[in-house]
């Protein structure tokens, strides 16, 4: 699997309030983006309180990581967060989200993930995780609302995840927010 991240403060901030995260825990994988609500530092608490704990409590699963981060961010501004596990043996991708993190595929199979509306930290109700199954080559792309979502990746697609990160990153950023784009190529061995 070929994984690229990029993440970029607002201007004027020097610290961002979007974090992310990925962990490798073999077979799986579990990337999370978080953008916390505004920006500047008591976003990035907010994030940053959001990824400690998911980091600690990796390997359960996704509900239960969503539900316990909404207590762990209950006394911080609240996040945004998105949810993506793939597990290499199954060639699958679990996704659960709230609010408006976002995600983008070229892939196979349609993968379209609807998080749950409102923010995390003021406490959740519903949690549904889809599942997809993932084909070599497989393509997804985790970002925040501090990138355009008509962003394009044709002139780099066949580069490095890390490349197609960077590039929508610089192309597609809005000044005025934190931005961050994860990119996951599934490559089956
Ligand atoms: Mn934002």
New binding site residues.
């Given amino acids: 699997m070929d994984v690229g991240t990029a993440e970029r403060p607002a201007d004027g901030e020097t610290v961002c ?2 974090a992310h995260l990925v962990l490798e825990r073999k077979p799986r994988t579990l990337i999370v983006v978080a ?1 916390g609500l505004g ?1 500047g530092p008591h976003a990035a608490l907010a994030a940053s309180t959001l990824c400690r704990f998911v980091e600690e409590h990796a390997d359960e699963p996704l509900e239960m990581l969503l539900r316990g981060a909404d207590r762990a961010v209950a006394s911080t501004r609240g996040a ?1 967060v998105m949810l993506a596990r793939v597990d290499a043996e199954a060639a699958t991708l679990d996704v659960a989200g709230v609010g408006n993190v976002a995600l983008r595929s070229w892939s196979k199979e349609k993968i379209q993930p609807l998080p749950a509306r409102g923010v995390l930290g003021r406490g959740i109700r519903h949690v549904r995780i889809f599942r997809y199954g993932l084909a070599h080559g497989d393509m997804f792309a985790l970002y ?3 990138i355009s979502g008509s962003f394009d990746i044709d002139q780099v697609k066949h580069q490095s995840a890390t490349a197609i990160a960077r590039s929508v990153l610089e192309g597609f950023r809005k000044s005025y ?2 931005a961050t784009c994860v990119v996951v190529r599934y490559l089956d061995r």
């Fill in positions: 309030g979007d953008d920006h945004a925040t609302d501090g927010d934190d």
